[in-house]
């Protein structure tokens, strides 16, 4: 039996009332060259009952159970490795994706061998029309200088299987582990841009990220991040680097004092201390934002959009 295209991946704890209607979406996906492997993280509930009934249904389906809970990222990373597709697509439990998401983005990423991943977003991309192959520079000019990048989740990327794995998979540093990896890869490797809105990011009370302490989560992103724009690596142009800081600074001081106008005081003290800025930096960076609609943006010579030929949505080649 040939292995799939894709692997969709799908990680699971606890989450019983939402994966057969997960499940179902990615069982209805026009693209239908996948397997899709549901991982499940030690679920006290019925998660893994629901996730054989349609085991045994279908035969792209498999299911793998922890013996042990690993976590949210490590167990990512995990699926990973029991995957068999050139191609690797994360699906979380609780979520829907539209019946046209794989096809979406299979289609443009296979049709540029020079981006290592696709990326979409929950709404668009602003600047131009999609696929968009960016650079590592054009990526950080995007998030820094422009109106950001790295927001996505895991589910808003496609993978090729060799470059994540090359790339060392999720740091596991918590549930901000993804915008720490798109800061990585993406100093590093091309990206491809395709359409938003691929599927339907459920928000529930049983989710982390709803917690009252989730925004104490994000603090460690702050200090990598810093420093990512002094690294030897950062594909940024110097006086960019420069605006990147001013514009990062000018976003944290705000977010700070939202937390002070709320009453957490304890948050917006440990986002100062743990911001990688020194009393200097502030004093030199905290000024006036500068963005620009178009940064980031691949364009002409003649300064006009890019528009993506037939050969960026062609057919699979076949063997």
């Known amino acids: 039996m040939s292995p799939p295209l894709v692997s969709v991946l799908m990680t699971a704890y606890n989450r019983e009332a939402y994966i057969a ?23 006290t509930d019925r998660t893994v009952e629901v996730a054989e009934r349609y085991a045994a249904t279908d035969s792209r389906i498999r299911v793998s159970v922890n013996p042990r809970n690993l976590g949210d990222y490590p167990n990512r990373n995990h699926a990973a490795t029991l995957a068999r597709g050139s191609l690797l697509k994360y699906h979380d439990s609780d979520d829907l994706m539209y019946p046209h998401c794989l096809e979406t983005m299979v289609r443009p990423l296979l049709a540029e061998p020079r981006a290592g991943f696709a990326l979409s977003a929950r709404g668009g991309w602003p600047g131009g029309p999609c696929p968009m192959l960016l650079t590592p520079q054009q990526c950080y000019e995007r998030e820094f200088l422009g109106h950001g990048m790295f927001f996505g989740g895991p589910a808003c990327a496609l993978f090729r299987a060799d470059v994540f794995r090359d790339l060392g998979g999720f740091p596991e540093i918590g549930p901000h582990s993804d915008n720490v990896f798109w800061l990585n890869a993406c100093a590093a490797l091309s990206v491809v841009l395709v359409p938003g809105d691929l599927f339907w990011y459920r928000v529930h009370d049983e989710q982390h990220l709803q917690r009252p302490d989730a925004a104490y989560d994000a603090l460690p992103v702050l200090d990598i991040e810093w420093r990512a724009l002094s690294a030897p690596d950062c594909p940024l142009a110097a006086e960019d680097r420069e605006q990147a ?43 006036p934002p500068v963005r620009h609609r178009l940064a980031g943006t691949p364009l002409a010579s003649d300064g006009r959009y890019l528009i993506p030929g037939a050969n960026a949505w062609a057919e699979r080649s076949q063997d």
């Open 245 to 287: 800081r001013r514009n990062r600074t000018f976003d944290l001081a705000r977010w700070i004092a939202r937390q002070l106008r709320h009453g957490r005081f304890g948050v917006a003290w440990r986002a100062w201390r743990h911001s990688g800025r020194s009393i200097a930096d502030w004093v030199r960076y905290l000024r």
């Open 21 to 43: 209607s997960a499940i179902e979406s990615v069982l209805g996906q026009t693209l239908d060259d996948f397997e899709l492997l549901i991982v499940d993280d030690a679920s």
